[in-house]
């Protein structure tokens, strides 16, 4: 008895890169809810904007936020959370990454020492994230709520010193990852390394947990090389020596909702013919 659980990147993956849309994803995320096949949603955005998404979508699973930073369990879900895990606001609460505070010091830090023109959320308006983001006010509000990881801009983006950049992040136990939009600046976390962690929890109440991961940027490729399926979804940058480490990749044609939709009926439709369903 197969347990399907599926792990998603949002901005280019699950959502639209431009438009923030998932109606092409609709098929395949109500297949999920027939199945009972939980999504988890994680992202590098923080738990305020990923909460007000996650119930417009109608999902209770767990979700990972600002890159695997924070592990968040809405609280009617949970009989049983994990002992690591605090209650805060509503919901049960599993740190992973550092606090806030220190990734902005961190920041300032490196800017300093590199001379180049950086700039962090934190030192950004709501309209300077809204421009950037394409997100309204109170979207951009939820987006700069952060806890765990800075996203950041680099001005001359393209001519400036990327290897002392990420240099400089390490001297201080900082990872500078890239996902479609921004830099961010972080602990040690990743995304794959949450997901670890709520498998193992679901794996205390199922026996044969098998996992899926789509994503479509170099931050998703940690939760994508840990999965037994795979998935980028629209690849748009160049992932050549990443199909190396995880031969089994899948490849959606399209990009954002409509490349995840395919896929992941695809996915669902050959565990149905495994004489899986109804099983869960
Ligand atoms: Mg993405």
Redesign the pocket.
């Known amino acids: 008895m197969d347990y399907y659980i599926i792990f998603t990147?949002?901005?280019?993956?699950l959502l639209d890169h431009d438009t923030y849309e998932w109606e092409e994803a609709m098929p395949a995320l109500n297949m999920c809810r027939d199945l009972h096949v939980p999504v988890i949603l994680v992202s590098s955005k923080t738990r305020a904007e990923m909460d007000h998404l996650r119930r417009r979508l109608s999902i209770s699973s767990p979700f990972i936020t600002e890159n695997g930073g924070g592990i968040f369990f809405p609280g009617k879900s949970l009989n049983d959370p994990p002992p690591e895990a605090t209650f805060d606001k509503g919901m049960w609460r599993w740190s992973l990454g550092l606090p806030y505070p220190q990734l902005v010091k961190g920041l300032n830090e490196i800017r300093d020492e590199l001379g180049c023109d950086i700039k962090g959320f934190s030192d950004m308006s709501i309209k300077d994230i809204s421009r950037l983001t394409g997100l309204d006010d109170e979207a951009s509000r939820l987006a700069s709520m952060r806890e765990y990881d800075e996203p950041f801009i680099v001005a001359d983006n393209g001519s400036f010193d990327r290897k002392g950049l990420y240099e400089a992040a390490a001297r201080r136990g900082l990872t500078v990852t890239e996902?479609?939009r921004f830099f961010h600046l972080q602990g040690m976390n990743d995304k794959g390394q949450a997901m670890e962690r709520v498998v193992s929890w679901y794996k205390n109440l199922h026996k044969k947990v098998v996992t899926v991961a789509l994503?479509?940027?170099p931050n998703?490729y940690p939760m994508l090389e840990r999965a037994d399926h795979a998935v980028l979804v629209g690849a748009q940058k160049d992932y050549s020596a990443f199909i190396v480490k995880v031969p089994r990749l899948r490849v959606s044609p399209k990009p954002g909702p409509g490349g995840w939709n395919t896929i992941v009926l695809e996915i669902l439709r050959e565990k149905e013919e495994a004489g899986n369903v109804g099983q869960l």
């Open positions: 990147d949002l901005d280019g993956t996902g479609g994503g479509d940027s998703d």
